[in-house]
């Protein structure tokens, strides 16, 4: 490629900010939509061996959720530092950028594979895993080997991402999931694998990706950003960035962790292991509905850091009033049509005689959840708005706010103090969710309004 023509993305990400949001958005709202349906997918096929091999992934997936953290985390530092760069006209910069996110992933993810298979025993007991706990070591261990896969492939999406193409993004992420809804059935039954095999069929369907990726950066080598060895490895300002919007995000998935260990603890004082079960799969079905609301924040962390570093302040309340009104408008549909089919959507994951009892509590948490829908917009599209002017802590305070203080604490206070039971929990996930979506907006206001103010 001709380093002095800019691409169509880079072009998009320079222009006008509601053309770019939405242009940036729809790739990844059906690439993650795609991969989200894997997700559902797998729990169906899970539940299909019963309600303990749904609750043994169901104590799998706070350590699961900080793994995605770390990526996410990390590929919002990345997408970013390119996107501002970029939008300086810094294409050096951008490529060194780039390439010190993959060597830090490379680094990190071996770390982190090393510790949580040694740890995984005692962590799943503290959790409460209880005569669940063989399934969730069988199906976790497997997910943590594979870590180094799950870090490169989100890192590489982000730089697709922070140059504007999400439609690449889109196609590579489509395909790894559409493989991995394949495998699942083959390797849980077909190969009689049972739990395990969904793992694996993650980590097939990741080995995939990964050749992809690579083949297009290393060998067709068409993207604007280029991962060459001729770039400054050692620029300590880029890392430092990175690191400045990435760990706080991390540590924001690392908080939902905290929160879905918290939410389990109280379902099980409440209740029984059986109502971690109906929780697992119903959150599995709020995570696919907000789908749209994450892809969404994704570009609206690209747009906003290439307005940034372009200076053009001026977009900024285009940007974050357009993506919270989009993103309510998309909820409040969606939270409708989960109103309307919460038994038929909760049949999906009772359909075997062994989880059928579940069915009921499926769908009143769903039917509960639906008002928690919209006011996650405000709050999600206020952090990614801070992650991409670089203040990660200002993000990372936004979701301490809403899921350990509003949403943690509301939880246990219906739940356990009033003596509401699981019900009582799942209101409080409500109650929070306005409280944090409130707070975040009204903080992002004033934050643009001073920034003009003086700039």
Same mark, same amino acid.
């Given at each position: 490629?001709?380093?002095?023509?800019?691409?169509?993305?880079?072009?998009?990400? $320079?222009? +006008?900010?509601?053309?770019?949001?939405?242009?940036?958005?729809?790739?990844?709202?059906?690439?993650?939509?795609?991969?989200?349906?894997?997700?559902?997918?797998?729990?169906?096929?899970?539940?299909?061996?019963?309600?303990?091999?749904?609750?043994?992934?169901?104590?799998?997936?706070?350590? *699961?959720?900080?793994?995605? @953290?770390?990526?996410?985390?990390?590929?919002?530092?990345?997408?970013?530092?390119?996107?501002?760069?970029?939008?300086?006209?810094?294409?050096?910069?951008?490529? !060194?950028?780039?390439?010190? &996110?993959?060597?830090?992933?490379?680094?990190?993810?071996?770390?982190?594979?090393?510790?949580?298979?040694?740890?995984?025993?005692? =962590?799943?007991?503290?959790?409460?895993?209880?005569?669940?706990?063989?399934?969730?070591?069988?199906?976790?261990?497997?997910?943590?080997?594979?870590?180094? =896969?799950?870090? *490169?492939?989100? #890192?590489?999406?982000?730089?697709?991402?922070?140059?504007?193409?999400?439609? $690449?993004?889109?196609?590579?992420?489509?395909?790894?999931?559409?493989?991995?809804?394949?495998? +699942?059935?083959?390797?849980?039954?077909?190969?009689?694998?049972?739990?395990?095999?969904?793992?694996?069929?993650?980590?097939?369907?990741?080995?995939?990706?990964?050749?992809?990726?690579?083949?297009? *950066?290393?060998?067709?080598?068409?993207?604007?950003?280029?991962?060459?060895?001729?770039?400054?490895?050692?620029?300590?300002?880029?890392?430092?960035?990175?690191?400045?919007?990435?760990? /706080?995000?991390?540590?924001?998935?690392?908080?939902?962790?905290?929160?879905?260990?918290?939410?389990?603890?109280?379902?099980?004082?409440?209740?029984?292991?059986?109502?971690?079960?109906?929780?697992?799969?119903?959150?599995?079905?709020?995570?696919?509905?907000?789908?749209?609301?994450?892809? #969404?924040?994704?570009?609206?962390?690209?747009?906003?850091?290439?307005?940034?570093?372009?200076?053009?302040?001026?977009?900024?309340?285009? #940007?974050?009033?357009?993506?919270?009104?989009?993103?309510?408008?998309?909820?409040?549909?969606? &939270?409708?049509?989960?109103?309307? *089919?919460?038994?038929?959507?909760?049949?999906?994951?009772?359909?075997?005689?062994?989880?059928?009892?579940?069915?009921?509590?499926?769908?009143?948490?769903?039917?509960?959840?639906?008002?928690?829908?919209?006011?996650? !917009? /405000?709050?999600?599209? !206020?952090? &990614?708005?801070?992650?991409?002017?670089?203040?990660?802590?200002?993000? =990372?305070?936004?979701?301490?706010? $809403?899921?350990?203080?509003?949403?943690?604490? &509301?939880?246990?206070?219906?739940?356990?103090?009033?003596?509401?039971?699981?019900? @009582?929990?799942?209101?409080?996930?409500?109650?929070?969710?306005?409280?944090?979506?409130?707070? @975040?907006?009204?903080?992002?206001?004033?934050?643009?309004?001073?920034?003009?103010?003086?700039?």
């Amino acid at each position: 490629m001709n380093p002095d023509i800019d691409t169509k993305g880079v072009i998009l990400l $320079r222009g +006008d900010p509601k053309k770019a949001i939405i242009k940036l958005s729809i790739p990844m709202i059906v690439a993650m939509l795609l991969m989200s349906a894997y997700n559902l997918v797998n729990a169906i096929w899970v539940a299909g061996l019963g309600s303990d091999a749904l609750a043994a992934v169901g104590f799998v997936t706070p350590l *699961f959720m900080v793994l995605v @953290g770390l990526g996410n985390g990390l590929g919002a530092g990345a997408t970013a530092v390119i996107s501002r760069r970029i939008g300086a006209g810094d294409r050096y910069g951008a490529n !060194s950028a780039a390439v010190q &996110a993959i060597l830090l992933c490379i680094g990190v993810s071996i770390v982190i594979s090393l510790v949580l298979i040694a740890l995984s025993r005692p =962590l799943m007991v503290l959790f409460g895993a209880g005569d669940t706990i063989n399934l969730a070591l069988e199906f976790g261990n497997i997910v943590f080997a594979g870590t180094i =896969l799950l870090l *490169f492939t989100n #890192i590489a999406y982000a730089i697709l991402r922070g140059e504007g193409d999400t439609r $690449r993004t889109m196609y590579v992420m489509g395909v790894g999931s559409i493989v991995n809804i394949i495998l +699942d059935p083959i390797f849980i039954y077909t190969f009689n694998w049972g739990i395990a095999g969904a793992a694996w069929g993650m980590i097939v369907s990741l080995i995939l990706v990964s050749f992809v990726l690579l083949y297009w *950066f290393l060998i067709k080598k068409d993207t604007y950003i280029s991962l060459s060895k001729q770039v400054d490895v050692y620029d300590s300002q880029n890392i430092k960035d990175m690191l400045a919007i990435g760990l /706080p995000a991390s540590c924001e998935f690392f908080l939902m962790a905290i929160l879905s260990i918290f939410i389990n603890f109280i379902l099980v004082m409440v209740a029984d292991t059986d109502a971690v079960a109906a929780y697992t799969a119903g959150w599995r079905v709020i995570m696919f509905a907000l789908i749209p609301l994450i892809a #969404i924040s994704t570009s609206v962390i690209a747009v906003t850091g290439a307005s940034f570093g372009g200076r053009h302040y001026e977009k900024f309340p285009v #940007i974050h009033n357009f993506s919270v009104i989009l993103g309510i408008v998309i909820a409040t549909i969606i &939270a409708v049509l989960t109103w309307l *089919f919460a038994d038929q959507i909760a049949y999906i994951f009772a359909y075997s005689a062994k989880g059928a009892h579940l069915a009921p509590s499926i769908a009143a948490f769903l039917a509960t959840m639906c008002f928690f829908y919209p006011f996650v !917009s /405000p709050g999600i599209m !206020s952090s &990614a708005f801070f992650q991409g002017v670089g203040k990660g802590m200002s993000s =990372l305070i936004l979701s301490v706010l $809403r899921e350990i203080i509003f949403m943690g604490s &509301a939880a246990y206070i219906l739940g356990v103090t009033l003596g509401f039971g699981e019900h @009582g929990v799942w209101w409080g996930l409500v109650i929070g969710d306005i409280l944090g979506g409130l707070t @975040g907006f009204i903080w992002v206001r004033i934050f643009i309004s001073r920034l003009m103010k003086y700039a």
